[in-house]
């Protein structure tokens, strides 16, 4: 406001009257001018949803907040007004609205009536985000680390070494995508044993293994794991796809029990091991059996993968559960989306078995008709987890080699959504779940 009056000239007794006049009148003028942005969120009016996501990231690294309104026309974004913004909202294509006092009062006021299952949450802090990924070259691509880059999203690298460094206290969010925690490879033997990245691999991995002290892959995956478990369990957020799923929650079962065949680790696995699991140590399922087969392209009955033969392609989708923003903002804030019905993918790790989900976990997406729960989350301890099903959700069947998705050409996609509100979710303020 000081700028405002810097040249005025100075007003003497005689003049106090028409200055007062003026100087309210530009005060009122001022009012009337725009106080926020809007990034509607909905199918009608944004162009490209996915940098929306990267324009609320950078505004929170400015040390601004961010309102996120749950269900609003798809889950829009309220961010303080600036010319910075507007410019940067111009030049990554991201549609918004400019609002004065008294419209963004009206939209909020609608929010909170009872009457609306709608809410507004304040996202406060820009999460630090660490994705778990080797070092050396993988010959298919992560989702996550392409939606991160094309929304502008900054993230680091971290692999076995940091993690057992216990450098994961440095970053709010976690990613764990198309990894495999058992020490089996990938169960990518029976398939790619001849392949010059299946046999690099391996001996890049048994090499790391004997460097940080430990005998076997298994037994480094092993002690990865308990970091990540004790990460979750402090308070961190962690976000799997794929084959990260449930490759994890089978080493937490499997923990002491060898159940790698010769191929892996150069000994037999233990007699009668499927007994020895302990569902107790698990994040998200139980009651599974492992898949004892090493030429078998599959690690456990939680996978739906071979059991999808009444679901075609044209006709894959799953819903996403519908919940109260107000009495639960984290699944409601998890879910948003500009439609309720997202396009499946499938992956090494397509689905989940829902019998076999625990009940603690909610599942927040699911195709009913095959009995599939295909994104899920829960608390575990302190923090949070979030298990998303399939590898690329738009590239429907992702093969080892495939080209890697272009987003430019799905600015829109609501399954990659689904990620980046798992990225914003830690910038949220805490309430307390009230169910």
């Not at 990554?92 to 009457?115: K, M, N, W, Y």
């Not at 449930?246 to 080493?251: E, V």
């Not at 998200?284 to 009955?301: D, H, K, M, Q, V």
């Amino acid at each position: 406001m000081k700028y405002l009056f810097k040249n005025f000239p100075k007003l003497y007794p005689r003049h106090w009257s028409g200055g007062i006049s003026l100087i309210l009148f530009l005060i009122f003028s001022l009012n009337a001018y725009s106080s926020s942005i809007l990034i509607p969120m909905d199918a009608e009016s944004q162009e490209n949803h996915l940098k929306a996501y990267g324009i609320t990231y950078w505004v929170l690294t400015k040390q601004q907040k961010v309102q996120w309104l749950l269900n609003y026309r798809g889950g829009s974004f309220l961010l303080p007004d600036g010319e910075s913004i507007r410019k940067e909202c111009q030049i990554r294509g991201v549609s918004f609205e400019i609002l004065s006092d008294g419209e963004t009062q009206a939209i909020l006021d609608g929010i909170s009536s009872p009457s609306q299952n709608q809410e507004a949450v304040i996202l406060e802090k820009a999460p630090k985000i660490a994705v778990y990924s080797p070092k050396d070259n993988q010959p298919w691509d992560d989702a996550v680390t392409m939606v991160l880059t094309y929304a502008e999203i900054p993230y680091v690298t971290v692999y076995d070494e940091e993690v057992l460094q216990d450098k994961l206290a440095l970053f709010d969010w976690l990613h764990l995508h198309h990894e495999d925690f058992t020490g089996q490879y990938g169960k990518f033997y029976g398939a790619y044993r001849a392949a010059p990245w299946y046999i690099e691999g391996k001996k890049n991995a048994e090499a790391l293994a004997a460097k940080l002290g430990y005998d076997k892959v298994s037994e480094q995956k092993r002690a990865v794991v308990g970091k990540i478990r004790n990460y979750v369990i402090g308070g961190g957020f962690m976000f799997a796809m794929c084959s990260a799923t449930d490759s994890f929650d089978i080493a937490l079962a499997a923990d002491g029990v060898d159940i790698c065949e010769p191929m892996f680790d150069g000994d037999p696995s233990e007699a009668s091991y499927q007994s020895k699991l302990d569902f107790k140590n698990t994040f998200a399922f139980t009651n599974f059996t492992l898949e004892r087969n090493p030429l078998r392209y599959e690690f456990s009955s939680i996978d739906m993968t071979s059991r999808r033969n009444n679901v075609p392609k044209e006709s894959d989708y799953f819903s996403l559960m519908d919940f109260s923003a107000k009495w639960d903002p984290i699944p409601t804030m998890l879910c948003q989306n500009h439609t309720s019905l997202v396009k499946g993918f499938m992956g090494q790790t397509t689905a989940f078995a829902r019998a076999e989900v625990k009940p603690t976990v909610m599942i927040l997406g699911e195709n009913k008709i095959n009995g599939e729960a295909r994104y899920i989350h829960g608390i575990k301890g302190k923090g949070f987890f979030t298990f998303y099903g399939g590898h690329d959700p738009e590239d429907y069947q992702h093969r080892v080699g495939d080209p890697k998705t272009e987003l430019e050409l799905h600015p829109t996609s609501p399954g990659y959504r689904l990620i980046l509100n798992n990225v914003l979710f830690p910038a949220a303020r805490k309430k307390k779940q009230k169910t």
